[in-house]
């Protein structure tokens, strides 16, 4: 028996575990109230999911539903934000009680993680398409964006590259081999706490969803500055090591989406600080802000160049 709308929300969504003290109203009115504490500025992020465009179809649902938090935890770790609440807007070819109940439970067990409160949403019949909407706060005026960026900054990034597009390759190709690289496709770790400890440290930052190239990209643009990378720093995982040769490794490291690392850029005089942010995950420093605009790629002494057709080298 598919389940009404109601039996959806009462059922499925209004089963978490998370009850935060600053939601005056959640689940089952017209609209969520919130308590914004004295002091905060909000954050707030939007992402949608549409099957075989943002995920494979044959995702599992608990994946998805994982997924689908992880990639807005992302942004809000990107701003320094901590996160709250979110809001989900679902819309479902059929109300599959197995399904839900399985995506859920993947949605639910990150937002435990994270002390993140489902306050509302809405329920509706298409193709499926996820939508889920997440609040932070920041402290106020301490909020970390892409523009901020100054000549001489060291350029950083979290944990190890390309793994997710390597992944998804291995995906396609039905291949049972990299169940870790699918793994990070699936289950992306949003760098939540290296975000708050960035606040007080990074002069910019942007979480890394479309490739470093294309990211990194956004904040030299927003700052106003270029910047050198040295290729032999990229962080490239044993995984995707021993699954794609070193040159293609490299090139899913710099054109490969859906990591969900951080990209940071750091002054020189702070750099120390950033060592002790390596408790907290992986962290390589990968080059340096110019003056110069344009983002120049060093392998030894050679430079490669960025055109509108891609990564020339590796195309
Ligand atoms: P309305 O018709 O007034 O928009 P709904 O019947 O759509 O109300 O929703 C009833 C309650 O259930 C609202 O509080 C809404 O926020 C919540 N809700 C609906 N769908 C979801 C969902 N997918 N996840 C979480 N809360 C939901
Ligand atoms: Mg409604």
């Not at 494979?56 to 992880?70: C, F, Q, T």
């Not at 699918?182 to 975000?195: D, I, S």
């Not at 962290?283 to 340096?288: A, L």
Request: aromatic share 6%.
């Amino acid at each position: 028996m598919p389940l009404s709308e109601f039996e959806i929300i009462h059922q499925i969504f209004q089963q978490q575990k998370v009850e935060r003290s600053d939601v005056v109203i959640g689940i089952g009115d017209d609209a969520a109230v919130i308590d914004v504490p004295a002091g905060f500025e909000l954050a707030v992020s939007t992402d949608t999911l549409i099957a075989n465009v943002h995920f494979p179809e044959d995702m599992k649902p608990k994946d998805i539903g994982y997924r689908a938090l992880a990639v807005n935890l992302s942004d809000l770790a990107a701003m320094g934000a901590e996160p709250a609440w979110m809001t989900l807007a679902l819309t479902l070819p059929e109300a599959n009680n197995v399904w839900l109940k399985a995506f859920s439970s993947g949605l639910f067990r990150l937002a435990e993680q994270y002390d993140v409160q489902l306050i509302g949403g809405d329920t509706t019949r298409g193709a499926l398409s996820i939508t889920l909407q997440l609040h932070g706060f920041l402290p106020k005026g301490r909020r970390l964006t892409r523009s901020g960026a100054q000549v001489g900054d060291g350029i950083y990034v979290t944990g190890t590259l390309g793994d997710a597009a390597a992944g998804l390759k291995c995906w396609m190709r039905n291949e049972q081999s990299s169940v870790w690289l699918k793994q990070r496709l699936a289950r992306p770790t949003p760098r939540v706490e290296t975000g708050i400890a960035l606040r007080d440290l990074a002069t910019s930052a942007i979480d890394i969803s479309d490739g470093l190239l294309a990211d990194l990209g956004h904040i030299l643009d927003a700052s106003h500055v270029g910047a050198r990378l040295n290729l032999a720093n990229l962080p490239l995982s044993l995984a995707i090591c021993e699954t794609v040769e070193l040159e293609q490794a490299r090139e899913l490291a710099l054109t490969g989406g859906d990591d969900y690392e951080l990209c940071f850029t750091v002054p020189e005089d702070k750099e120390d600080e950033v060592i002790r942010l390596g408790d907290l995950c992986q962290i390589t420093m990968i080059g340096r802000v110019e003056a110069e605009p344009g983002l120049r790629c060093m392998l030894g002494a050679v430079e490669y160049t960025l055109s509108d057709q891609g990564y020339q080298h590796f195309s």
